[in-house]
């Protein structure tokens, strides 16, 4: 039996839901979901204060056995407070780790009369668990590139393109806070039982890091979406989208580029803007690139029917969702190695080199065939089934009794 702890909704709890429909749930450990009242009390609170996020704490549902759930609502609140008083960084970091250790604290005494044998915790929310497990085994599911590894990736794309951020990264290298949480990560990853991974992308960085090959396990994500798409052909110019934050780290200098050079598609860039982008790039950025802001997810799903590609040059991710989706939508997708996507290059999209703006624009004039679109249009959402929510869950539990059987 495996028991999961879990800060928030991530995925939809698609963890400790494969686990329950397989009937290997012990019990899930959470801060706040629907079905208490206390979360029915902050549905309330979250209206009478006009909070969408405290309101939306109480909505979350995890598909399991309530019997099963142990929450802690007032941590959790608490936590949530903390986040959106968070001013810099540095407070959110502090933040993190902060609630690591409460949640683990809260947990830790509850073990030992919990009948499961293994743990499935998070990067950055598992140290004290995996220092308290006593007799079980934890299997640590690291979500995304180790966070050392990826303001070095950031601080080097910052150094290489410079004046596309108002706060360089490089200083955060040697802020303490940083330093402390980076320090918190790399013993998770050095003194768990085993680590799962959603790409090869970021396989590659624990493995540089010299932990044991047999000691992880690459599990890409699963999303559903409610899908009945056909392969899509194109009608008159691409529509050629970002979507994420408006900042480097999400490759927006790229993408602006792309758009300067190519000009036999319109470009659209959905998302936050940054405060992070001076108003001379911004500026620079709106004169190639129409940009939306922020879209809620209505105002999305109209743009993702209008989107013919999606063209994310990120510098790192764990496994970007908004590529599941694409491809669920029958979207080609061109992104980099870095988005640790699922994407098949020459088959599904195309997978680049974002330094490489020559290859970028070639790969987009290969998809203004219309012919070759609609075929990659229909491999996408073939592809989409791999990415699934079931498939997903499927895997997590061979992957999951394969490691049981290895390191019981």
Not at 146 to 168: D, F, M, N, S
Not at 280 to 305: I, M, P, S, W
Not at 319 to 326: G, I, R
Request: hydrophobic letters at 40%.
């Amino acid at each position: 039996m495996i028991s999961v702890c879990q800060i928030g909704a991530r995925m939809g709890y698609a963890v400790p839901a494969s686990l329950e429909r397989k009937d290997h749930l012990s019990r899930l450990y959470t801060d706040i979901c629907a079905g208490g009242t206390f979360a029915q009390l902050l549905n309330v609170a979250g209206k009478i204060i006009n909070l969408d996020g405290v309101r939306r704490l109480g909505y979350r549902r995890p598909p399991v056995d309530r019997n099963k759930i142990v929450q802690f609502p007032r941590l959790g609140l608490e936590y949530f407070y903390r986040k959106h008083k968070a001013a810099t960084l540095q407070d959110e970091v502090g933040t993190f780790m902060w609630m690591e250790e409460h949640f683990a604290n809260s947990i830790i005494p509850l073990l030992k009369n919990d009948p499961c044998d293994t743990i499935y915790s998070y990067n950055t929310a598992s140290l004290h668990i995996i220092r308290n497990k006593q007799d079980k085994k934890v299997v640590l599911e690291q979500c995304s590139l180790p966070y050392l590894e990826y303001l070095k990736l950031v601080a080097e794309e910052e150094r290489r393109y410079p004046g596309w951020t108002l706060c360089p990264t490089e200083a955060l290298l040697s802020d303490p806070v940083v330093i402390e949480y980076t320090s918190r990560e790399g013993e998770e990853l050095n003194h768990c039982d085993h680590i799962i991974c959603p790409s090869t992308f970021v396989l590659s960085f624990l493995a540089a890091r010299g932990i044991p090959a047999d000691k992880i396990s690459v599990l890409p994500y699963g999303y559903s979406f409610i899908n009945d798409s056909v392969a899509r052909t194109l009608a008159g110019r691409m529509r050629v989208a970002t979507i994420g934050a408006v900042e480097l780290r999400k490759g927006i200098h790229h993408f602006c580029e792309i758009a300067k050079r190519y000009t036999d598609a319109d470009f659209l860039a959905i998302g936050k803007i940054a405060d992070t982008i001076p108003e001379d790039r911004l500026a620079e950025l709106q004169k190639f690139v129409q940009c939306t802001g922020h879209l809620d997810r209505g105002q999305l799903e109209k743009q993702f029917e209008t989107i013919s590609v999606l063209l994310l040059l990120t510098v790192g991710e764990g496994s970007a969702t908004v590529v599941y989706e694409a491809l669920a939508k029958g979207i080609p997708v061109i992104t980099t190695p870095a988005c640790g996507s699922i994407v098949e290059d020459g088959i599904s999209g195309f997978i680049v080199d974002r330094h490489d703006h020559h290859q970028i624009i070639d790969r987009l004039e290969r998809l203004s065939q219309p012919d070759f679109y609609q075929e990659m249009s229909c491999n996408a959402i073939m592809r989409s089934s791999y990415g699934s929510r079931a498939a997903y869950g499927d895997r997590l539990i061979y992957t999951l009794q394969n490691i049981q059987s290895g390191i019981g």
